[in-house]
């Protein structure tokens, strides 16, 4: 095994330690793993749900959609290296509970992660939002706000 091997070894266990925080609600240990300007982006997220954030501080704030859950176990199963030795693309299954309904929320997740400095710098979720729509109880697809 070559240093580089060695270096995305470390990368994969970090990306299982992230989805193992994010199912034990430990959200400060896994800041500890991300750059203190870490960016988080999940496209196709639904209306009223955070889609983005930057910073430590800024993710921080969006914690408390996590609340909506009364579990939040999701299992990594899949890390694909990237050409990049520090992209990894990531399956993951979610199962996890809505709290206000009830019901079981099952999704499949695509992650890219990228590293910078040996931590998480960016982390982007690709979910299907249907799954969620039908867990939350939506019976029609909700209207963002007008700005």
Known sequence: MD???E???RKIAMIEQFYGFISATEYEKLYELCTDDVR???PYQLPGFPNHGAGKENLRQLNGAMDRYSSTAQ???KVEPMLNPDSFLVQVKGDMVVR???RPY???YLNI???RDGKIAEWVSYHDPVRQLVAFGFTELPVPAEP
């Open 3 to 5: 240093m580089n091997d």
């Open 106 to 108: 099952r999704n499949d």
């Open 100 to 102: 206000d309904t009830g």
């Open 75 to 77: 299992t990594v199963v």
């Open 113 to 115: 992660f990228r590293f």
């Open 7 to 9: 270096g995305r070894e």
């Open 40 to 42: 988080m982006s999940i």
